[in-house]
């Protein structure tokens, strides 16, 4: 019987939703399946995870593992793996789980497959992949199997139970705790949540500077709907940070979504493929975006949009 | 100052990117180019440099040897010399062989500051970085979008699920940089011109610690579930209409 270990991250009071999502499928798979939580002052959120299939739940608590860095953390897993003999580590993606994943892989020599959408019983999981233009059937060939799966791809489903939760205490490695968190600035919103929008005309580094972005502005307004835009341009300080889509931004699903001078990294992607219509104007035809949009336009944004919103304009009168 | 920068060659992307159905890997005969994501990590390495004087920059790569011609846009733009490890025994290498290559590489010249980029083109997991620094036994901090660099220590912003950390660490320390930390500079001609003549050297495996095994296999592959009728246009000056017409006939206007 197979011992599953679910990496269970945490943000202030709760446990991120996308764990819970593995756990729930980890569950449904069947086996002995735990759950792991690790920072300090984290015992009361153990409790929670048994609703969600976990037997068990270790809790490592220490104020070393307060700030969310990954290296302290593989420390943890290792010993739990190791002491309680767990075959299967399973991380909901994000920008943590992917350092700890990839340096637990080495620390246990353990094969670590990644973007999952599916795993099955069998021990096969599915990676879309090359912009999700071809799907792999992926195994492990190592006696600990790691995986990380997409953001998103599990609901976090409630099924009743409770978990027993059991306390480790570690022994952190020197190197591990070199790096240091200085500060963690927590996003606030401005302007109107894009998550209600029923449209969305979204921006990225194509606009070419951050003035442009009015052109999606203005579209948006003709549209009736709300601007959003791309890592790239809210790292670079274009627009702000409440209106990014992708995995480290919201997760949208409106009714059209125009994506201008996007190229469609699969991070973006898993914010905004539940729209319903996708339009993209790109003026690379190889640009991933094109895999995934109900109507692609290759052509360049900035002869293309002005036209576009006088067009809409004139036509809603 | 030693700043070592891993950088991938990749299949070029208007070459079109496939995997061998055969062999089930990536397709690699063709033309390969550097992984785009990691021109703004050589670039880093470049700021570095100038801010503090002198130094010099390394590009490491593992892959087969012909992605020393893409390695030569790296030296292009900047850096000193390159080093590739290439091997038959290290063809289909997963995050474990990989790592463990770059890091034996990387151990031969004990760089200060090792770079990366935020991810591979054709594929990867964002996450070879921490699998390098593990290791090395040295900090790592990733999908940093602002680096400072002060006397021996390191400080990068990064955007995180929930807003932006700020990590520091100690030098030597393992940093990948996302594609918004710059604008990464074109060769100058000159560039061009002087890169053939920079220091290329190739590796084995058995100058890097041997070749590990690998942890993954592939057992299939299939195609994704059709999408309905997505349609494709090339703007001949008419897109706009066409985009209106579109929209009208999925009644979203
Ligand atoms: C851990 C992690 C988390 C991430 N989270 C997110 C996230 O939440 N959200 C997100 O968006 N990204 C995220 N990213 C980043 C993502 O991988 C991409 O780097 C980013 O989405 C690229 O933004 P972009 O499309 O604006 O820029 P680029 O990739 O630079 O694309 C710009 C596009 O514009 C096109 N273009 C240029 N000029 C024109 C023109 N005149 N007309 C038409 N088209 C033009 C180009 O052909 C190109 O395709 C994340 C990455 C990682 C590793
Ligand atoms: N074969 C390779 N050789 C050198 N560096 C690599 C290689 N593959 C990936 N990298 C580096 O690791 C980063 C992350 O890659 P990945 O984890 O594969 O997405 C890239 O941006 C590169 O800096």
């Known amino acids: 019987m197979s011992k599953t270990l679910v990496f269970l991250e945490h943000h202030e009071d709760a446990i991120q939703k996308s764990s819970l999502g593995v756990l729930t499928r980890a569950a449904q798979l069947g086996g002995d399946v735990a759950g792991i939580l690790i920072g300090s002052g984290v015992s009361e959120l153990g409790a929670s995870a048994g609703e969600y299939g976990a037997a068990t739940v270790w809790i490592a608590n220490d104020e070393r593992l307060a700030p969310p860095l990954p290296q302290p953390r593989v420390d943890v897993l290792a010993q739990v793996v190791r002491d309680e003999g767990y075959d299967t580590v399973l991380f909901a993606q994000s920008v943590l789980t992917a350092d700890v994943a990839a340096a637990l892989a080495v620390r246990l020599e353990a094969g670590l497959n990644w973007d999952l959408t599916d795993l099955t019983a069998e021990g096969i999981g599915t990676r879309p992949a090359l912009a999700d233009s071809v799907y792999v059937d992926v195994g492990w060939s190592t006696a600990v199997r790691l995986a990380i799966f997409r953001s998103g791809t599990f609901d976090a489903t409630p099924v009743g139970g409770s978990a027993e939760l059991k306390e480790v205490t570690v022994d952190l490695e020197d190197f591990s705790t070199l790096a240091e968190m200085v500060e963690q600035a927590h996003a606030v919103q401005q302007g109107p949540s894009i998550e209600d929008a029923d449209v969305i005309v979204a921006g990225g580094r194509g606009l070419g500077e951050p003035e442009k972005f009015v052109l999606a502005e203005e579209l948006a307004q003709a549209l009736g709907g709300a601007v959003a835009a791309t890592r790239a341009v809210v790292d670079a300080g274009w627009y702000p940070y409440s209106a990014q889509v992708g995995q480290t931004g919201k997760s949208v699903a409106p009714k059209l979504y125009v994506a201008l001078g996007i190229s469609g990294a699969i991070q973006h992607k898993v914010g905004m493929q539940g729209s319903t219509v996708i339009v993209a104007i790109n003026k690379d035809p190889n640009a991933p975006i094109f895999e995934f949009s109900d109507l692609g336009v290759v052509g360049d944004l900035h002869a293309i949009v002005p036209r576009l919103t006088e067009l809409v304009r004139a036509r809603r009168g | ?207 890097v610690g041997g070749a590990a095994g690998t942890g993954t296999t592939v057992e299939g592959l299939s195609a994704p579930p059709p999408r309905g009728d997505a349609r494709k246009i090339d703007d001949d000056g008419r897109a706009a209409e066409q985009i209106v017409d579109y929209l009208v006939e999925k009644r979203l206007i």
């Open chain 2, 1 to 207: 100052m030693k700043i070592a920068v891993c950088v991938k060659a990749v299949p070029d992307a208007a070459g079109g990117r496939r995997i061998d159905p055969a062999t089930m890997r990536l397709e690699r005969s063709g033309e390969l180019t550097i992984s785009e994501f990691d021109t703004y990590a050589v670039e880093e390495g470049l700021r570095l440099k100038e801010a503090a004087g002198d130094g010099e920059i390394i590009v490491v790569s593992m892959g087969p040897e012909r992605a020393l011609d893409a390695l030569r846009k790296a030296l292009a733009m900047g850096a000193d010399r390159a080093v590739l490890v290439t091997d038959e025994a290290l063809a289909g290498s997963d995050l474990l062989g990989t790592s463990k290559a770059l890091a034996g590489a990387l151990e031969r010249e004990g760089a200060e500051v090792v770079l990366f980029g935020q991810q591979s083109a054709d594929g990867g997991g964002a996450c070879l970085w921490s699998a390098v620094a593990e290791h090395l036994r040295l900090p790592v901090i990733s999908q940093v979008s602002e680096l400072e660099l002060v006397g021996s220590v390191v400080t990068g912003k990064r955007q995180t699920e929930f807003g932006y950390d700020t990590i520091r660490a100690p030098l030597p320390a393992v940093i990948a940089v996302s594609d918004a930390i710059n604008t990464p500079r074109y060769p100058s001609l000159k560039g061009i011109m002087g890169a053939k003549k920079k220091p290329q050297v190739s590796l084995g495996a058995g100058d």
